[in-house]
T-cell receptor
Framework: RKEVEQDPGPFNVPEGATVAFNCTYS??????FFWYRQDCRKEPKLLMS???SGNEDGRFTAQLNRASQYISLLIRDSKLSDSATYLC?????????????FGGGTRLMVKP | SQTIHQWPATLVQPVGSPLSLECTVE??????LYWYRQAAGRGLQLLFY??????ISSEVPQNLSASRPQDRQFILSSKKLLLSDSGFYLC????????????FGPGTRLTVL
């Protein structure tokens, strides 16, 4: 089982739609969680952190479910510019200590 | 402000040839530095990280190596490239002592033929 798993998609949605992605992680001791955004052929950029109480940033809402070991990202009122790959990131404990473990990403395509 | 540079942006190399990718960071001191590889359609894989000059930790055994000759310079090398080395190589930095917020460079897209 992969440490961090995501549905690769693509999720094809019309402008204005609400879309949600889930990500599951295997290490129950994981402490920190993030969503990164990666545009085609570009570097990943931090989108938002995920807190236990959930957090919202404009049209984006991130939530954590520790019992079921998954995090989610909800995007409301999708824009064309939201088209990208969304990477789930978990702070995992490996040989390096607390390092980022990336999921394979979920691709979102917002259509006019 | 801090900036991170990588070069070259793209590279096409024959199997068996050597490799040298460079990453430099500006605007910060004693950063943690990281090399990741992203194969087509896959997630980022941490290859190496460094917490200081001359200190390199390898996450995945392979035919790649890394060096940190200066505080803000991180180099990824290979003596003989394999086809499986193709991918998108990303350098990242974080503040010393903190690993959870990392900032990525623009990446080098390597194709081994």
């Amino acid at each position: 089982r992969k440490e961090v798993e995501q549905d690769p998609g693509p999720f094809n949605v019309p402008e204005g739609a609400t879309v949600a992605f889930n990500c599951t992680y295997s290490n129950s001791a994981s402490q920190s969680f993030f969503w990164y955004r990666q545009d085609c052929r570009k570097e990943p950029k931090l989108l938002m952190s995920v807190y236990s109480s959930g957090n919202e940033d404009g049209r984006f809402t991130a939530q954590l479910n520790r019992a079921s070991q998954y995090i989610s990202l909800l995007i409301r009122d999708s824009k064309l510019s939201d088209s990208a790959t969304y990477l789930c990131v978990v702070i995992g404990n490996n040989n390096a200590g607390n390092m980022l473990t990336f999921g394979g990403g979920t691709r979102l395509m917002v259509k006019p | 402000s801090q900036t991170i540079h990588q070069w070259p942006a793209t590279l096409v190399q024959p199997v068996g040839s050597p490799l040298s990718l460079e990453c430099t960071v500006e605007g910060t001191s004693n950063p943690n530095l990281y090399w990741y590889r992203q194969a087509a359609g896959r997630g980022l894989q941490l290859l190496f990280y460094s917490v200081g000059i001359g200190q390199i930790s390898s996450e995945v055994p392979q035919n790649l190596s890394a060096s940190r000759p200066q505080d803000r310079q991180f180099i990824l090398s290979s003596k003989k490239l394999l086809l499986s080395d193709s991918g998108f190589y990303l350098c990242a930095w974080s503040v010393a002592g903190i690993t959870d917020t990392q900032y990525f460079g623009p990446g080098t897209r390597l194709t081994v033929l």
